[in-house]
C-alpha cells in the first residue's frame, strides 16, 4: 500500500520509540483513502509513532471490488521498512520491480522488504469480486539490513496456535514457541487473533511493548473498549495480556523490542535524516533504477512535493 504519511499523521522530524510503563492508551484512528480504499490508520500517530519496530498500520475496507477494479494503488515506491500485508475478506493482487506478481488470500502473508529501494503496486486480481478488508502493516528495518537488496515473501500458511477462547495466527515473530516463516530484522511479533467471545490470554514478553489493533467486533482492556477505528497502547512490563473480547471479534496484536534508533517518515519513506528523504525523492521523480520497475496497468504514483521544499 501507497502510505502517504502526512504531516497530521507525525511531524518528519526524528523521533525515538520511548515505551511506557503498563498502560492502555487508545487512540483514535486517523481517517484517509488509499488508492480507492477508506483506511483506519492507527499508526503512526503524534506521541506514539513506533511499537517495537511497527511504524504503520492501516485497516483498509471493506470495500467492493470488481474484477478490474480492486484497491488500485498504482507503482510507487519504499525503502527502509518491510510491508507486511494480511487479509480477512476479499482478494488483492501484487506486483512489485522484482519481478514479483502475487495474488494473496485470508490466511495468507505478503512480506516485502524495501531495503535501499523497491516499488509496488496493489490491483485487481482479473477475477476477484466481492470485498476486500484487511491490514497493512509497516516495519522500520534497523541499520544493518536497511541499505540492503529489496526481498518479497509470500506464505501460503501460516502457523495458529490455540490460546484460551481464541486462535492466535502468527504473521510475524512467535507464540508459544511456535514461530512464523515470515522475515524480521529485529525481535518482534505480528499475531491475527480469532477471539470467540470471553477472556482470551496471550503471553507476552516483559521486555516488549505491544499494541492492539482490533478490526471487528470489540474487546475490553481493563476498564477499556477497543473497536475498529482505535489502537490500544499498551506499554511494556506484561507477562500476558487479557482481552474480554465480544464473539467473532478479529484484532491484530503488534508488539516488539523498543526500536532505538530515531527515524523519519515521509510519504513511502523511512530513513533516518532528510537529506536520506530528498535523495529517495529524487529518485523516484528521475525514474532513477533504484526503485525498479513494475509492470503494472495502472499510473506511476508521483511523489508530492516535499513540504520543506515547499516553505512549509
Ligand atoms: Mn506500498
Known amino acids: 500500500m501507497s502510505g502517504p504519511v502526512r504531516m497530521t499523521d507525525a511531524p518528519a522530524v526524528a523521533d525515538r520509540g520511548h515505551a511506557a510503563p503498563p498502560c492502555v492508551e487508545v487512540s483514535d484512528s486517523h481517517e484517509a483513502t488509499v488508492g480507492r480504499f477508506p483506511v483506519r490508520r492507527a499508526l503512526p500517530r503524534r506521541g506514539r509513532r513506533t511499537v517495537g519496530a511497527w511504524c504503520f498500520a492501516d485497516h483498509m475496507g471493506p470495500s467492493a471490488v470488481t474484477e478490474e477494479s480492486g484497491l488500485d494503488i498504482g507503482p510507487h515506491p519504499h525503502m527502509g521498512l518491510q510491508t507486511v500485508t494480511w487479509l480477512v475478506d476479499g482478494q488483492v493482487l501484487h506486483r512489485d520491480s522484482l519481478g514479483s506478481e502475487q495474488v494473496i488470500a485470508p490466511g495468507q502473508l505478503n512480506l516485502m522488504t524495501a531495503g535501499n529501494g523497491v516499488s509496488h503496486s496493489e490491483e485487481a486480481t482479473g477475477h476477484y469480486r466481492g470485498t476486500v478488508e484487511g491490514i497493512q502493516l509497516w516495519v522500520a528495518q534497523p541499520d544493518t539490513t536497511r541499505w540492503g537488496e529489496p526481498a518479497f515473501e509470500h506464505h501460503a500458511d501460516l502457523p495458529r496456535v490455540d490460546v484460551r477462547r481464541g486462535t492466535a495466527t502468527v504473521l510475524v515473530g512467535e ?27 496471550l503471553g507476552l514478553e516483559r521486555d516488549w511493548e505491544y499494541a492492539v489493533v482490533v478490526l471487528r467486533g470489540a474487546a475490553r482492556l481493563g476498564a477499556h473498549r477497543v473497536e475498529p477505528g482505535r489502537l490500544a497502547y499498551l506499554g511494556e512490563g506484561r507477562d500476558a495480556l487479557d482481552l474480554d473480547a ?64 515547499t516553505g512549509r
Open 175 to 201: 507464540l508459544d514457541s511456535v514461530v512464523s516463516p515470515a522475515r524480521r530484522d529485529t525481535p518482534l511479533v505480528g499475531l491475527d487473533l480469532h477471539l470467540y467471545g470471553g477472556v482470551a490470554t
Open 246 to 309: 465480544e464473539p467473532g471479534t478479529r484484532a491484530v496484536l503488534l508488539g516488539g523490542e523498543p526500536f532505538d534508533e530515531e527515524i523519519v517518515m515521509w510519504w513511502n519513506f523511512v530513513a533516518r535524516t532528510r537529506d536520506e528523504l530528498d535523495a529517495a525523492y529524487a529518485a523516484w521523480r528521475a525514474q532513477d533504477a533504484r526503485f525498479g520497475r513494475v509492470t503494472s496497468p495502472l499510473a506511476r504514483i508521483p511523489a508530492p512535493a516535499p513540504y520543506w521544499t
